[in-house]
């Protein structure tokens, strides 16, 4: 059976949300397989798609609360679940 997906957010995340890697980056989120770069702060480790998915905005949140200022977030590969995901971070890319 298939989770649902909470994908919905009122509010862009204040800081700048960048979908590659970029000098100067503080925060990181993407799948627990892909290593955290050095010197970035992991906000989110999902297992799926299904946890990044669910767990998505609560770290946009953390980084916000933490103060971070630019989020490397690296969106899952494929179709369905991934493909919103993609679709809801190059949202929040667009959003600054």
């Known amino acids: 059976s298939s989770r649902p997906a909470p994908l919905a957010m009122h509010s862009p995340p204040r800081a700048t949300v960048q979908l590659d890697l970029v000098e100067g980056s503080e925060g990181f989120i993407a ?10 702060f992991r906000l989110a480790a999902p297992a799926d798609v299904f946890e990044y998915a669910q ?3 609560e770290a946009l949140r953390r980084a916000d609360a933490l103060g ?6 690296l969106a899952p590969k494929g179709e369905g679940i991934a493909a ?3 679709d809801r971070l190059k949202r929040a890319a667009a959003s600054h």
């Open 31 to 40: 799948l627990a397989e892909i290593a955290t770069p050095n010197g970035l």
């Open 55 to 57: 767990g998505l905005y």
């Open 68 to 73: 971070l200022h630019d989020i490397v977030a």
């Open 84 to 86: 919103a995901i993609r």
